[in-house]
């Protein structure tokens, strides 16, 4: 049996525009700040990391070449 209901296929720009929506709710902007500081500090240590260990990486994978 086929459902008779449609649903309108979404794109990014309009869950970013929901989030946005969200932010301004008292409640959740807190959680949403607090995940985000996170998600900074944990993706920036992690390409500090990476580009910190490609100094010594490259020259060694090089020698492969």
Sequence with gaps: MVSSSTTVPRSGVYYFSQGWKLVTLPGI????ILLL???IVLMGG???WLFTQLDAWIPALMIHV
């Design 29 to 32: 902007r807190r959680f949403v």
């Design 37 to 39: 500081l996170a998600n």
């Design 46 to 48: 992690a390409f500090w």
